[in-house]
């Protein structure tokens, strides 16, 4: 997605600008939510990314990798337990999820 391309080569501005675009203009709704929350997550803007990835979490409850996304986050906030929370979910989908077991290792879940 267009957004975390952004997010990536820190242009925050042009990335949250993107990530509204993509959810406001109908793309596939859960996949342009996830890009959309891993977009705010790398420009660090936690609460938005909390608010997609959540929403894209709801929309398809089986998607390891937005629950990695959002434990990511919620440890950046300082929400160790919701975030150990989030990477046990995703384990539970994906037992292999490499982002899920290292995030449950840091925060000591």
Same mark, same amino acid.
Do not use: H
């Given at each position: 997605m267009l957004s975390l391309a952004y997010a990536q080569s820190k242009k925050t501005s042009e990335a949250i600008?993107? !990530?509204?675009? !993509?959810?406001?203009?109908g793309e596939?709704?859960?996949?342009?939510l996830y890009f959309a929350g891993r977009a705010m997550l790398e420009a660090g803007r936690l609460e938005? !990314?909390?608010?997609?990835?959540?929403?894209?979490?709801?929309?398809?409850?089986?998607?390891?990798?937005?629950?990695? %996304?959002?434990?990511?986050?919620? %440890?950046?906030?300082?929400?160790?337990? %919701? !975030?150990?929370?989030?990477?046990?979910?995703a384990l539970g989908i994906n037992p292999q999820d490499p982002k899920a077991k290292a995030g449950l290792a840091r925060v000591g879940g």
């Open positions: 600008e993107a !990530a509204g675009r !993509a959810v406001t203009l596939p709704a859960a996949p342009a938005l !990314a909390d608010s997609y990835l959540s929403q894209a979490i709801t929309l398809s409850p089986t998607v390891s990798d937005a629950m990695s %996304e959002l434990g990511a986050v919620k %440890e950046k906030q300082g929400k160790r337990s %919701e !975030a150990a929370d989030m990477f046990r979910r």
